[in-house]
């Protein structure tokens, strides 16, 4: 069972900067994908991004130039820099991991809001 717990969430204004974490109760490195996701109001999940263990990343079209993925295989803890915030990224963040890299997303934290306020 892994279990993940993010932190780091908060209120930010238009064009500000936070940093999530998602502390991991195992090896990062043992997961095969680790990924963030976010859900808006009223609207379905959606992956914001995702890193495997050979380093590839992956994000969503809306991200990209603004939010980075990484990790600390030392402190198994995954992180999300967002920069340039815009207040439609206003959401719950959610960490999760696809352990075996097979799309299933297995394991989830319970998320930390997000708000970006105009």
């Known amino acids: 069972q892994v279990q993940l717990v993010e932190s780091g969430g908060g209120l930010v204004q238009a064009g500000g900067s936070l940093r999530l974490s998602c502390t991991v109760s195992?090896?990062?490195?043992?997961?095969?994908?680790m990924g963030w996701y976010r859900q808006a109001p009223g609207k379905q999940r959606e992956m914001v991004a995702t890193?495997?263990?050979?380093?590839?990343?992956n994000y969503a079209d809306s991200v990209k130039g603004r939010f980075t993925i990484s990790r600390d295989n030392e402190k198994n803890t995954l992180y999300l820099q967002m920069n340039m915030l815009k207040p439609e990224d206003t959401a719950v963040y959610y960490c999760?991991?696809?352990?075996?890299?097979?799309?299933?997303?297995?394991?989830w934290g319970q998320g930390t809001q997000v708000t970006v306020s105009s």
């Open positions: 999760a991991t696809d352990p075996y890299n097979l799309k299933r997303w297995n394991y």
């Open positions: 195992q090896r990062i490195l043992e997961l095969s994908v």
């Open positions: 890193l495997n263990v050979g380093e590839r990343t």
